[in-house]
């Protein structure tokens, strides 16, 4: 069965002849709510953010992540978009740019606190053997000021300090009154603090 073709020319514009809508006035339909604007607004500039973004974050994967973060964000915002300060592409650029830079001093960030978590969880090293030296030098420096002490002096500051006797038990090994006893540390000290050189 033939069909048969009509003569008239169809004026009705095709699909592909009409004419794409701007940047400008999708983002305006966006800020309304419409959703078919936002779908075109997405198709006509989702590569050139990805591929801002990506220049930036270098990682594909973060790169598609703040990417839908940054769509998300002209969703929401579309109605904040004023065309006088500038066309609908510098908008969602410079939106992007922020969102990317922003990333990348979160990471940076988030790096330094881990690098600080890590030295301070560190275990410190030391030399044991310089330690132990400065250790018995340390020790012959007291024994040598303990020899300058009276041996009242040098016999209360040993029982008290090393032997970790109270005042009274010294003062009962002794065999002098406690007054005697606090008398002899006070002076043992304050000779021991000289003869070491320790600053008050």
Known sequence: MLV?????VDDSPELDDVAPVSLNDLLGQVA?????????????????????????????AQSEEVTQEIFLEVWQNAKRYDP???SATTWILTM?????????RSSQSTRDRDTRIGLRDMETEYDSVSESVEVRV????????????????????????YGGYSHSEVAEMLKVPIGTVKTRLRDG????????GVVS
């Not at 340390?138 to 300090?161: D, I, S």
């Not at 000290?189 to 070491?196: A, G, N, P, T, V």
């Open 84 to 86: 006088a300060k500038g």
């Open 4 to 8: 048969a073709v009509s003569s008239e």
């Open 32 to 60: 309304e709510g419409d959703q078919a604007a936002f779908g075109q607004l997405y198709d006509q500039c989702a590569g050139r953010v990805l591929g801002l973004v990506r220049r930036l974050l270098k990682d594909l």
């Open 138 to 161: 340390e020790h012959e420096r007291v024994g040598r000021a303990m020899l300058r002490l009276t041996e009242l002096q040098r016999q209360a500051v040993t029982l008290a300090y």
């Open 189 to 196: 000290m304050i000779r021991l603090r000289d003869e070491l």
């Open 96 to 104: 992007s740019h922020r969102r990317a830079v922003d990333r990348i």
